[in-house]
């Protein structure tokens, strides 16, 4: 995918914030670049870090200079069907997402955040700090193997990781869409 600069490829980083401090966040943030945060918490509050409340994001990151946005369609925390296809995802929850990332809802809030990624490098932020452990994990795999876009994943000490996509997801070629199954075929297919 081109991005607005002519000739660069879109690029996109996941942030947790863990325990955090805004001063802390807003440094990483600056130090990577990024312009525009979305927030892709189902529920966008913390018990442990004030400081990454929805309310207190959008008033001290707007003052950093760095855009904020929550985005509930991206949310985790979705709940599987009987017959989901994802049988290579142990966590329920997981399984959730990777329905929820089929539907349209999903592929429209995507193209809203490419359409921002286009134009200022963007994060989106969850709660969990280590990408693995978060539904960012399964967001990546969509925007680097059915979008084509570069995803690095922000870590505490200000590194950028490559996004490496899951083994198990597989593309959808005919309906763009991913299917964490590892290849195999559902069980009593056949």
Known sequence: MESAVEGSR?????????????????????????????????????????????????????????????????????????????????????????????????????????????????AVMCAESVWWRCHRKMIADHLTLVRGVDVGHLMHDGAVRPHRPSPEARLDPDRGVLVYDAGQPPLGAG
């Open 10 to 122: 879109t690029r996109v980083l996941t942030f947790g914030h863990g325990i955090a401090d805004a001063t802390t966040i807003a440094e990483l943030l600056h130090g990577a670049g990024v312009r525009e945060l979305v927030d892709v918490r189902t529920a966008p509050g913390s018990k442990r870090n004030p400081d990454a409340t929805r309310s207190a994001m959008q008033q001290w990151l707007p003052e950093a200079g760095i855009g904020y946005r929550w985005e509930r369609r991206l949310g985790g925390w979705r709940t599987a069907h009987a017959d989901n296809p994802d049988t290579a995802l142990r966590n329920r929850s997981f399984s959730g997402y990777a329905e929820h990332m089929r539907s349209a809802e999903f592929r429209a809030a995507v193209d809203d955040l490419l359409a921002g990624a286009a134009t200022a490098l963007t």
